[in-house]
Each structure stands twice: as structure tokens, then as C-alpha cells.
């Protein structure tokens, strides 16, 4: 069983629609990760939150907006989305991000489909 | 730039094979390595890690072993299950930097 819950599981939005994906972790670890994953790639990282604040966002396009609402949520609001933006989006935390040997933990991830 | 090489794949072998996946590495630093499995339909998980030269990580009868001169961290495991196919990705983390670095991935597929 994975400690990082992501929600929701599948998502299929057209290319005007706005919708938000969320993760949630109760470890008490305070980075969080999005990453991006196209299918037989390994996972892109997006962005990172450490100590709910915004420490590393991979120049990714305004059309992807991340949030950090506490320490055990973090979500990413979708808009104006393109097709090539369909893959499966996955979520991670570690105990503080600070020091590399800190495994990330992640969850099962989001499917998200454009039409 | 830190990078992570892994032998290409598809591997397939028979159940009980031995299993060897090759990965190299090249860091400025003295990075920690990882190996997470991602099952079909599932997200990552960490089989077993290693901060520093020689150490062994292991987990559900895998080792990996941190080699500093040969910069390389290879996956072994004695006796595969076919429950063992899924893709295996190798990854180093830098220091204090807060990005995992991945190889390619490597699928693994077992037949009874």
C-alpha cells in the first residue's frame, strides 16, 4: 500500500476544461514532488515544494499550477490543457528534501488523457 | 550534468534465472543511488538504496552494491518470480540537491 494517495486515479478533460489533481501524505515529510511520465519513459520532474514553499519549478508552462495548501497536501491545477499534456502525473514526498540520500516516496499517479 | 545509464531493455529471462541489470552513473558529487520498481498501472517504489561507496542495499532478495571506481550500482537478484516483471529504474541523487536523476528504466518480464 502506498503512503502517497493521489486523487483522482483517471482523468479525461478537453483541451478548455480546468481541473485539479491532489496528493496527499501523512508521513510528516515536508518535500513534495509532481512529476510528469510518458509512457516507457522515466518520471520528469516538474516541481518541488520544500517547507510548503516553491523551491524548483523545471520551466514548466503556466497551463500546470501547483499549490501547497499544508505540509501533508499538494495539488496541481490544470488549464487550457494540450494533448501532448496526456500522461501519467505522479506525486512524491521526502522527509525534508535537503539532503539527497532522503528517498522520495511516491504514489500511483494521476492518468490524465486531452481530448 | 549528473547522468544515470542502464542496460537496454526488454530483459526476459525464465523463472529462477539469475537477474543482473547494469547501471553506471556519472556525478560531480558524491551522490546517493536508488533503484525503484514501477509495476504496470502503479507508480514507483523504492526496491533499495545506498549513500555511500560499498555500501549493499537489498530488499525481497535484491542487492545492489555502491562501486565508487566503477561509478556503477547493479541491480542483482539470485532467483526471479514472475511476480519480478515490472520496469526497474535506477536513480542517483546529488548531495543536497532535491532532483532524482533517472536512467532510462529497464523491463523486466519473467516467464513460468
Known amino acids: 500500500d502506498t503512503e502517497v494517495t493521489q486523487t483522482p486515479k483517471h482523468l479525461v478533460m478537453g483541451m478548455t476544461n480546468k481541473k485539479s489533481l491532489k496528493c496527499e501524505q501523512h508521513?510528516?515529510?515536508?518535500?513534495m514532488y509532481w512529476y510528469k511520465q510518458k509512457a516507457k519513459k522515466p518520471p520528469e520532474l516538474m516541481f518541488v515544494?520544500?517547507?510548503?514553499?516553491?523551491?524548483i519549478n523545471e520551466s514548466v508552462p503556466s497551463r500546470f499550477s501547483p499549490e501547497c495548501p499544508n505540509s501533508s497536501l499538494l495539488n496541481l491545477h490544470l488549464h487550457a490543457l494540450q494533448p501532448e499534456d496526456s500522461a501519467l502525473y505522479l506525486c512524491?514526498?521526502?522527509?525534508?528534501?535537503?539532503?539527497?540520500?532522503?528517498?522520495?516516496?511516491f504514489g500511483d499517479g494521476t492518468r490524465l488523457s486531452i481530448l | 550534468g549528473d547522468s544515470v545509464t542502464q542496460m537496454e531493455g526488454p530483459v526476459t529471462l525464465s523463472e529462477e534465472a539469475f537477474l543482473t541489470i547494469n547501471c553506471t552513473y556519472t556525478?560531480?558529487?558524491?551522490?546517493?543511488l536508488f533503484w525503484y520498481v514501477q509495476y504496470p498501472g502503479e507508480g514507483l517504489q523504492l526496491l533499495l538504496k545506498?549513500?555511500?561507496?560499498?555500501d549493499k542495499g537489498s530488499n525481497k532478495g535484491f542487492e545492489a552494491t555502491y562501486r565508487k571506481e566503477t561509478t556503477s550500482f547493479h541491480l542483482e537478484k539470485g532467483s526471479v518470480q514472475v511476480s519480478d516483471s515490472a520496469v526497474y529504474f535506477c536513480?542517483?541523487?546529488?548531495?543536497?540537491?532535491?532532483?532524482?536523476?533517472f536512467g532510462q528504466g529497464t523491463r523486466l518480464t519473467i516467464n513460468p
Open positions: 556525478a560531480t558529487g558524491y551522490p546517493s
Open positions: 536513480a542517483l541523487s546529488d548531495g543536497g540537491a532535491q532532483k532524482l536523476v
Open positions: 545506498a549513500t555511500k561507496a560499498d
Open positions: 515544494y520544500s517547507y510548503e514553499k516553491l523551491s
Open positions: 508521513m510528516g515529510h515536508r518535500a
Open positions: 512524491a514526498s521526502s522527509q525534508d528534501g535537503s539532503w539527497g540520500n532522503q528517498p522520495q516516496h
